[in-house]
């Protein structure tokens, strides 16, 4: 399957080429207009997770993809280059749903939050309506810490259909919360956005990645100081295989170009 000219493709996962502000519009205008679509703010381990297990790559194909971490930006640049005319820019999870939910507030755009833990889910929700006042947040729930079952995800949309969100924000980690975002908007018309970690940043649980932090490339490196033990995984063999994955595709792109098919 060829790439479109607006994507680029990294490892096995296609990404926009777009800004965080088009993002956010393009978010609210599907989810206004009841349209049904997954949306997956993807980084590095995304790429590493989705090159192993088929499933998951299902997932993105059928969703749309934004570049969420800086290097996967630099990939995107490095192997896109001379075959387009705009730039891809980086959109920022955490930003990309604070900036969703301000912007959602004249638009009169219906919030619900799935994932994280009650106490988080109480503080975020007081958080956004003291920052974003008139916001309307319809529903919040956070399902238990397992691998969803068909039951777990059944109970999950019955909830949703009752409070009728345009949006549904999930922040369940990757890969469940691909899984669940996609599963979902199979069966509700609305807008399903993975925003990962975003919930625990709003809600004040973790300090957020200074811009200059974020601008080096090192955003990976400010999470794993936070949370040592749950991210050691992903960002050491996790940024080990993108590194392999890049310079590969990398490579195959420069003998394509020197040595091309006749």
Not at 2 to 31: K, W, Y
Request: proline share 5%; glycine share 8%; charged share 25%.
């Amino acid at each position: 399957m060829n790439t479109p000219m607006h994507s680029c493709r990294i490892g096995s996962l296609d990404f926009e080429i777009t800004t965080l502000d088009q993002a956010v519009q393009r978010t609210l205008d599907d989810a206004l207009s009841e349209r049904s679509d997954h949306v997956h703010l993807a980084n590095a381990w995304s790429i590493v997770l989705a090159d192993d297990d088929h499933d998951l790559r299902e997932v993105f194909r059928k969703g749309r993809n934004y570049p969420d971490g800086k290097p996967v930006v630099w990939a995107m640049n490095w192997l896109g280059e001379g075959n387009r005319r705009a730039r891809p820019g980086r959109v920022y999870g955490p930003t990309f749903f604070e900036r969703a939910l301000e912007a959602g507030v004249a638009q009169r755009v219906r919030h619900y939050f799935l994932g994280s833990t009650p106490e988080t889910l109480e503080k975020l929700e007081s958080n956004a309506r003291n920052r974003f006042p008139g916001i309307d947040i319809v529903g919040m729930s956070s399902p238990p810490f397992k691998d969803l079952t068909q039951e777990d995800l059944t109970y999950e949309l019955l909830k949703i259909e009752a409070c009728r969100p345009h949006i549904v924000w999930v922040g369940l980690g990757t890969p469940k919360q691909d899984n669940a975002a996609a599963y979902l908007a199979s069966k509700y018309s609305g807008v399903f956005a993975c925003v990962g970690a975003a919930f625990d940043f709003t809600a004040g649980n973790l300090r957020q990645v200074p811009e200059w932090v974020q601008g080096a490339g090192l955003a990976w490196l400010f999470r794993f100081v936070q949370e040592p033990r749950r991210l050691w995984r992903r960002y050491t063999y996790g940024n080990a295989k993108f590194i392999r994955i890049v310079f590969s595709q990398l490579a195959k792109e420069r003998i394509a170009v020197k040595f091309p098919r006749r």
